[in-house]
T-cell receptor
Framework: ETGVTQSPTHLIKTRGQQVTLRCSSQ?????VSWYQQALGQGPQFIFQ???????GRGNFPPRFSGLQFPNYSSELNVNALELDDSALYLC??????????????FGEGSRLTVL | KNEVEQSPQNLTAQEGEFITINCSYS?????LHWLQQHPGGGIVSLFM???GKKKHGRLIATINIQEKHSSLHITASHPRDSAVYIC??????????????FGKGTKLSVKP
């Protein structure tokens, strides 16, 4: 077990709704990265937060937004949900030392279904 | 921007067989990740390597930076090794390790 926890584990929403997913990072880790994994595909990088600031973003629209809190836990918010947002959302924490992040520790994911 | 190709896509092996999964990428990188994903969805980091070879138990990962190629080997495979194995690299050299481009994964099934 990695110590990275995500909630909720499963949820169902309808198109147009908003969702907030949560991730608590492993103790001592100051960087959280979020990924979207559609069924049968590899994960895709959404964005990364380092010390409460967004530090890199993948090819996702602005309706995907995030936050990182002083304790380094993080939230992923998705507004105006679309059917294609149905996916497993994964977060990973790591520790950034000297500019290089280290090994990634993943949570179990939040499976979102949009109807 | 990097592109990642993994092969094979699917692999079925008998218990005890030696297994090799390959990963190729297109742009020079500082480090490559090998990840394991079980049916429930959780991902475990197996290796992060930037050169040479790393070994952990029955797992061995190698990387050839010049050829932009990495392999993951499993010796004496066991049914509990059944999972999807994913290779991931930064989009460019020096990119932060969390910003990764992932392969589509190799689904391994080891039969008893």
């Amino acid at each position: 077990e990695t110590g990275v926890t995500q909630s909720p584990t499963h949820l169902i929403k309808t198109r147009g709704q908003q969702v907030t997913l949560r991730c608590s990072s492993q103790s001592g880790h100051n960087t959280v990265s979020w990924y979207q994994q559609a069924l049968g595909q590899g994960p895709q990088f959404i964005f990364q937060y380092y010390r409460e600031e967004e530090n890199g973003r993948g090819n996702f629209p602005p309706r995907f937004s995030g936050l990182q809190f002083p304790n380094y836990s993080s939230e992923l918010n998705v507004n105006a949900l679309e059917l294609d947002d149905s996916a497993l959302y994964l977060c990973a924490s790591s520790s950034r030392l000297g500019g290089d992040t280290g090994e990634l520790f993943f949570g179990e994911g939040s499976r979102l279904t949009v109807l | 921007k990097n592109e990642v190709e993994q092969s094979p896509q699917n692999l079925t092996a008998q218990e005890g067989e030696f297994i090799t999964i390959n990963c190729s990428y297109s742009v020079g990188i500082s480090a490559l990740h090998w990840l394991q994903q079980h049916p429930g969805g959780g991902i475990v980091s197996l290796f992060m390597l930037s050169s040479g070879k790393k070994k952990h138990g029955r797992l061995i990962a190698t990387i050839n930076i010049q050829e932009k190629h990495s392999s993951l080997h499993i010796t004496a495979s066991h049914p509990r090794d059944s999972a999807v194995y994913i290779c991931a690299v930064p989009p460019f050299y020096g990119g932060s390790q969390g910003n990764l481009i992932f392969g589509k994964g190799t689904k391994l099934s080891v039969k008893p």
